[in-house]
């Protein structure tokens, strides 16, 4: 493979911040120095640019089953073509277990779909639906031999997704016990699908009632709940899309006593609020993700949370539904839900925008520093998730999975210039400071400027190291 050598950039890492060269040799980070001079490579001038560490998004759904045959619109092609412009270079999705399912077979039919389509590295996280003796039984073997090391728990959704506390117990035991960590959607999902119940039994069918019957206490209720269930069973936990002040104030309580307790939030929780919910007709529906959005005292407490490491990562729960029913029909549009609001598939796009938000709206407002923002975007991923230090960081011996960050560039984002399926933005229209121009995976140029240089399968399934042993 050829040599690469990119020049004079400012290397940003989480903890350091220089000019210099790098060299890169077979895939890897082979050399680094004030100045490199390499007869035969393939050189880049990154003077005035950013060099960071390849974004990792711990939190996407690609081609995904929501049951009734409705599925997330982004093939593992078009969504990891779409991370890779956004700068992240490595994803974590999901594979779901079904009822009576081996864990393991819900992970091969995952491995199956996307080997041929991924465009940037991936790994999967298992969801448990099912928690009888021989799946359980299975755990250890996921995580010592086939790279799997987290798995995800809902306590919501009731009768599709959600297990009871007692499974909840059992699979974290399990799981703490041999080097994993589980994740948690935590809502309390019997209380709202009351809520939702009641909101449908007086006619209330517009997406607003998405968020009216979703509270920020069921949020913090499940999220103390599900943080005392870790500590007793002794395993990391790691709350997903995090967005309530009362969900950070159990991880912040759990923390202060010493909790292996860990938290994402998401772009939109971060840059958004609630007032989305009030756009007439089926507008809203473009906003309905779960949990919703929040109100902006949240949003403050929120970046509190990052800039304080109560909140480790930020991923995008990548989860796009087409607005418009036409052209990839019905079944991965939100019309689904036209007349039901309970009926319009949860979730929202925004894999390709998370590291040029979190710059434009973090970096630049001085919310969080540089390194900050490279800890929250790619290494602290890395750390949780068991893939570093081959990923997350520039250093001799990593891949070579970088970006060349233009941090002047100014732009707009659109759902007409992106690069996922989905047919809308939630941040349509809003100009940014700061873009992506060069993306390297494993060495391999695959995005210069507006141009796609990468292929389908070229992807690699990452087999991951513990998880949640982040200190
Ligand atoms: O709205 C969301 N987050 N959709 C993805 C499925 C889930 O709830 O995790
Ligand atoms: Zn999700």
Not at 45 to 69: K, Q, R, S
Not at 119 to 132: E, P, S
Request: with cysteine.
């Amino acid at each position: 493979m050829s040599k690469v050598l990119i020049k004079g950039g400012r290397v940003v890492t989480a903890v350091d911040d220089y000019v210099a060269d790098i060299l890169i040799q077979a895939g890897k980070i082979e050399a680094i120095a004030r100045s490199l001079e390499i007869e035969d490579a393939q050189v880049h001038d990154a003077t005035d640019l950013l060099v960071l560490p390849g974004g990792i998004d711990v939190h996407v759904h690609m081609e995904t089953p929501m049951g009734n045959g409705v599925y997330t619109c982004d093939t593992f092609e078009s969504g990891t073509i779409s991370a890779a412009f956004g700068g992240t270079t490595t994803i974590i999705d999901f594979a779901q277990q079904f009822q009576g399912e081996s864990p393991k077979l819900a992970l091969d039919r995952r491995l199956a779909d996307a080997a041929p389509q991924c465009c940037v590295d991936y790994g999967f996280h298992v969801i448990l639906t099912d928690a009888n003796a021989d799946a359980i039984a299975e755990l250890p073997d996921l995580v010592n031999h086939e790279g799997v090391s987290s798995f995800k728990l809902y306590m919501a959704y009731p009768g599709v997704m959600m297990v009871d506390d007692a499974a909840i117990y059992k699979i974290m035991r399990k799981v703490g016990s041999h080097g994993g960590m589980v994740n948690v959607h935590a809502e309390n999902g019997t209380v709202i699908q009351a809520l939702i119940e009641e909101a449908l039994a007086a006619g209330n069918t517009s997406p607003k009632f998405h968020q009216l019957t979703r509270p920020r206490l069921m949020e913090g209720e499940a999220t103390h709940r599900a943080i005392r269930i870790a500590e007793l069973a002794e395993v990391p936990v790691y709350i997903v899309h995090l967005s309530a002040k009362e969900a950070l104030d159990a991880v912040v309580e759990a923390r202060d006593r010493g909790i292996h307790a860990f938290a994402e939030t998401c772009p939109h929780y971060l840059f958004l609020d609630e007032v989305q919910y009030n756009h007439p007709g089926f507008e809203s529906a473009k906003y309905v993700m779960t949990p919703p959005l929040r109100d902006r005292r949240c949003q403050h407490e929120l970046w509190r949370g990052l800039q304080f490491d109560d909140l480790q990562i930020v991923s995008t729960d990548h989860c796009p539904f087409c607005f418009n029913e036409n052209p990839m029909g019905l079944l991965k549009s939100k019309r689904y839900g036209q007349d039901n609001f309970n009926k319009i598939p949860n979730g929202a796009p925004g894999v390709e925008l998370r590291l040029e938000l979190l710059y434009d709206g973090g970096v630049r407002t001085s919310k969080i520093n540089l390194n900050r923002f490279v800890q929250l975007t790619a290494t602290a991923p890395a750390k949780m998730f068991g893939l570093f230090p081959r990923k997350g960081t520039i250093a001799i011996g990593s891949d070579a999975d970088v970006v060349l960050f233009d941090p002047n560039k100014e732009h707009t984002l659109s759902a007409s210039t992106h690069h996922s399926n989905v047919d809308y933005s939630l941040f349509e229209g809003r100009k940014i400071q700061g873009k992506v121009e060069k993306v390297f995976l494993r060495g391999e140029l695959i995005v210069d400027g507006e141009q796609w240089l990468g292929s389908p399968g070229m992807g690699q399934y990452i087999n991951r190291t513990a998880s949640g042993r982040i200190l």
